[in-house]
């Protein structure tokens, strides 16, 4: 008997998946039956365009593990600083200009020291840390609240940044050489530091952050009704247009991403780094502050995902949940794979969205649907739908 299952394992384990798919659906099939067409079409685009969000998260804690084998536990929170500092700079009719001045001061020197502190000394990088500086501050208050989406990405990439460099310098470097472990439970610390940083900075309430609306009226945009399959569908399907926009931005970032990912000679060094980081720093390439970078694209990626977030459902600290429901989008798709996050994010969105629908409870579709299927991929498929199996030589 054990030599049949050691013969045909691989057989037997694909009659496995499909036998479980196989239940799933007939599961499926019993609890939709009586449910509207067009209720059914109207979830699955939900959780659609609430996946792609989820995607540019994962994206975020991909790039780190890709990159320094780190799982970033404290991405939720970068998106929440992100977020609210994006919300300080849009909504205020006039920008502090001292304010403004240190945020871009602190960011180049940041950004400058990356390299080296000495390097900061030189006058040739003294003059563009000051011009730089001076460049930000002037785009950061430039006009007024005409100027409000200028200011707020302007600050809100700063922000990010600064946020991604002073982590990666200050609690991530000085671990370099310690026990993984050790590094996975500096994210944990470093996540209850922004929890806590951001209660001070803008408290608890929920914030507006009037990113989507119809600039004619200055409100909301109405749903999209789908009438024209009404007949079809059995019902009115209803979409949320600040869903839509933000799937589509999520969208534009994810790509972006990947064309700087692929195109650049900085991208080029990530994707060294990220294969082998003692072998890119054996052709000369200086890991430390690619490592560095990469940290603060990370932080840019949380940043943009925050504002979609905060911007399509409200701003508040429970943007740091959706991180922890997207680590099994990660899962899912593959720790290595950039193109598996986006698909994990799309599963994971779908499976929240009809664990909401089928339940008609909140709690099961964000609290519980994430996780089982979590539970599924380590025990079925622990690599992710696109990851990479490790085989270590002893």
């Given at each position: 008997?054990?030599?049949?299952?050691?013969?045909?394992?691989?057989?037997?384990?694909?009659?496995?998946?499909?036998?479980?798919?196989?239940?799933?659906?007939?599961?499926?099939?019993?609890?939709?039956?009586?449910?509207?067409?067009?209720?059914?079409?109207?979830?699955?685009?939900?959780?659609?365009?609430?996946?792609?969000?989820?995607?540019?998260?994962?994206?975020?804690?991909?790039?780190?593990?890709?990159?320094?084998g780190?799982?970033?536990?404290?991405?939720?929170?970068?998106?929440?600083?992100?977020?609210?500092?994006?919300?300080?700079?849009?909504?205020?009719?006039?920008?502090?200009?001292?304010?403004?001045?240190?945020?871009?001061?602190?960011?180049?020197?940041?950004?400058?020291?990356?390299?080296?502190?000495?390097?900061?000394?030189?006058p040739?990088?003294?003059?563009?840390?000051?011009?730089?500086?001076?460049?930000?501050?002037?785009?950061?208050?430039?006009?007024?609240?005409?100027?409000?989406?200028?200011?707020?990405?302007?600050?809100?990439?700063?922000?990010?940044?600064?946020?991604?460099?002073?982590?990666?310098?200050?609690?991530?470097?000085?671990?370099?050489?310690?026990?993984?472990f050790?590094?996975?439970?500096?994210?944990?610390?470093?996540?209850e530091?922004?929890?806590?940083?951001?209660?001070?900075?803008?408290?608890?309430?929920?914030?507006?952050?009037?990113?989507?609306?119809?600039?004619?009226?200055?409100?909301?945009?109405?749903?999209?009704?789908?009438?024209?399959?009404?007949?079809?569908?059995?019902?009115?399907?209803?979409?949320?247009?600040?869903?839509?926009?933000?799937?589509?931005?999520?969208?534009?970032?994810?790509?972006?991403?990947?064309?700087?990912?692929?195109?650049?000679?900085?991208?080029?060094?990530?994707?060294?780094?990220?294969?082998?980081?003692?072998?890119?720093?054996?052709?000369?390439?200086?890991?430390?502050?690619?490592?560095?970078?990469?940290?603060?694209?990370?932080?840019?990626?949380?940043?943009?995902?925050?504002?979609?977030?905060?911007?399509?459902?409200?701003?508040?600290?429970?943007?740091?949940?959706?991180?922890?429901?997207?680590?099994?989008?990660?899962l899912?798709?593959?720790?290595?794979?950039?193109?598996?996050?986006?698909i994990?994010?799309?599963?994971?969105?779908?499976?929240e969205?009809?664990?909401t629908?089928?339940?008609?409870?909140?709690?099961?579709?964000?609290?519980?649907?994430?996780?089982?299927?979590?539970?599924?991929?380590?025990?079925?498929?622990?690599?992710?739908?696109?990851?990479?199996?490790?085989?270590?030589?002893?």
């Amino acid at each position: 008997m054990e030599e049949f299952f050691n013969r045909y394992k691989k057989e037997l384990t694909w009659l496995f998946y499909a036998i479980a798919i196989a239940l799933v659906l007939l599961f499926l099939r019993e609890q939709l039956a009586d449910k509207k067409a067009a209720r059914i079409v109207q979830t699955l685009i939900s959780g659609v365009l609430v996946g792609g969000i989820y995607g540019l998260v994962a994206l975020g804690i991909v790039v780190i593990n890709k990159a320094s084998g780190v799982f970033n536990f404290a991405h939720g929170w970068m998106m929440v600083v992100g977020g609210m500092i994006f919300w300080s700079f849009f909504t205020v009719a006039e920008i502090s200009v001292p304010g403004a001045a240190l945020l871009s001061a602190a960011t180049m020197f940041m950004i400058m020291t990356a390299v080296s502190l000495r390097s900061l000394l030189q006058p040739r990088n003294l003059t563009i840390a000051v011009g730089g500086a001076l460049a930000l501050t002037l785009l950061m208050t430039v006009g007024g609240i005409e100027l409000k989406w200028l200011h707020a990405i302007v600050g809100a990439s700063a922000g990010a940044v600064l946020t991604g460099l002073v982590v990666e310098r200050f609690t991530i470097r000085p671990l370099i050489g310690q026990p993984l472990f050790t590094a996975v439970l500096m994210t944990l610390a470093i996540a209850e530091v922004l929890h806590g940083l951001t209660q001070i900075a803008w408290g608890t309430v929920e914030l507006n952050l009037p990113i989507f609306v119809n600039p004619e009226t200055n409100r909301r945009f109405s749903v999209i009704r789908l009438d024209s399959l009404k007949d079809m569908l059995g019902g009115v399907t209803i979409v949320r247009v600040e869903l839509v926009i933000a799937f589509v931005l999520a969208i534009v970032a994810f790509v972006g991403f990947i064309a700087f990912f692929r195109y650049t000679s900085v991208g080029l060094a990530m994707r060294a780094t990220s294969e082998d980081q003692q072998l890119a720093q054996s052709v000369g390439l200086r890991v430390r502050v690619i490592l560095a970078i990469t940290w603060a694209v990370a932080a840019i990626l949380a940043s943009i995902a925050g504002v979609l977030q905060g911007g399509a459902v409200g701003l508040s600290l429970n943007i740091s949940f959706v991180a922890l429901r997207v680590f099994p989008a990660v899962l899912l798709g593959g720790l290595e794979s950039i193109g598996g996050a986006f698909i994990g994010g799309l599963i994971i969105g779908i499976v929240e969205q009809f664990g909401t629908f089928l339940n008609s409870s909140q709690q099961v579709g964000t609290d519980l649907a994430p996780y089982v299927v979590l539970m599924l991929v380590l025990v079925i498929r622990p690599d992710g739908l696109f990851g990479e199996k490790r085989i270590e030589r002893i």
